[in-house]
């Protein structure tokens, strides 16, 4: 999947280019499976000129399964034919992460694709864990347990999940009510059988939040989050993971919490931990629909101009 320059996911293709190889401290992975983020279409869109410009051509694709191609100088961790799966943003935005051990890939929406070696965003994929769920599961897995260590959400709690249906929602659901909290989450009526047999208790539309001790937002813009924070009751918490950044504040109360969470540093579990976690059966997957890389383009549009619960997976 390559991006020739700026511009919508329509103006994407699917085209041969130069198959990346390790250096040192690297590995090649045949891909597997790769699942959409916002990113993969923000990036190239344009979404982010102001902080990083992207070379082109330009193949996004960060949330990945596969197999261990070739390995480079001094990896010591993944031999030849191994199965891993993993999260690695572009390298155009390595200022986002880790700064000792980044996480960086030449873009997973490929058959191939160069990823560092020595980071907590890529483990070995356990054997129960298909390769396709392994790839969904990938931010959102580690998005939804940074929320939950973040927001030590205790049972009895109400807790708002504003854009729900999503992949990090879909995820994090299920860890809502197995932490014994009454969840309250913004549904479209079609999506309603499926995120009850999560666990969620409680369905709203957006807009009108019911009273609630905890309030995570996985799509609102952060500087536009007074309207949930004003459904937090006093001493209470809202937890965000959209950009931009909020200031202190934005939110217009002065006594509701208001944290900003990414984990690109594997501080609350890498993916061995998510690998362990959804192997046991205590996270799981939603995969909304399902592209093969030729349908690649589709695939991104559809992520941008369709509504889909769970996660867009790409197979190659």
């Known amino acids: 999947m390559v991006a020739r320059d700026y511009g919508p996911p329509e103006r994407f293709e699917v085209a041969d280019v130069p198959v990346p190889r390790p250096g040192p401290g690297q590995i090649q992975v045949r891909i597997t499976a790769a699942a959409l983020n916002p990113t993969d279409v923000r990036l190239p869109g344009g979404g982010f000129r102001d902080v990083v410009s992207v070379e082109f051509p330009h193949v996004p694709g960060n949330d990945f399964a596969g197999t261990v191609s070739e390995v480079g100088e001094g990896v ?3 031999r030849v034919g191994d199965e891993v799966f993993g999260l690695a943003v572009p390298r155009v935005l390595r200022q986002i992460a880790n700064a000792a051990r980044p996480s960086l890939s030449t873009g997973a929406l490929a058959e191939y694709a160069v990823f560092e070696a020595d980071t907590p965003l890529i483990a ?74 999560l666990g969620a208790d409680e369905l709203i539309g957006y807009g009108e ?3 609630v001790d905890v309030a995570f ?40 919490d208001l944290r900003f969470v990414l984990d690109l540093d594997g501080e609350f579990g890498g993916m061995r931990e998510i690998g362990e976690q959804a ?17 690649g383009v589709q695939a991104c549009v559809d992520f941008v101009r369709l509504h889909t619960i769970g996660k867009i997976v790409v197979t190659v």
């Open 209 to 211: 939040y019911p009273e």
């Open 279 to 295: 192997a046991r059966g205590d996270l799981p997957v939603t995969i909304g629909r399902r592209y093969t890389l030729d349908e």
């Open 76 to 78: 010591t961790a993944y």
């Open 124 to 197: 070995h994929r356990p054997a129960e864990l298909p390769a396709e769920h392994a790839a969904a599961l990938a931010t959102t897995g580690l998005t939804a347990r940074a929320l939950m260590a973040t927001a030590e959400v205790r049972a009895g709690e109400r807790v708002l999940v504003v854009g729900a249906a999503g992949g990090v929602g879909t995820a994090v659901i299920p860890l809502l009510a197995a932490a014994g909290a009454h969840v309250v989450a913004t549904s479209k009526p079609e999506d309603a059988d499926v995120l009850r047999a």
């Open 217 to 256: 937002n996985l799509v609102l813009p952060s500087d536009r989050l007074t309207g949930v924070a004003g459904a937090v009751r006093p001493g209470g918490r809202v937890l965000t993971i959209t950009y931009p950044v909020p200031e202190p504040g934005a939110h217009g109360r002065d006594d509701v």
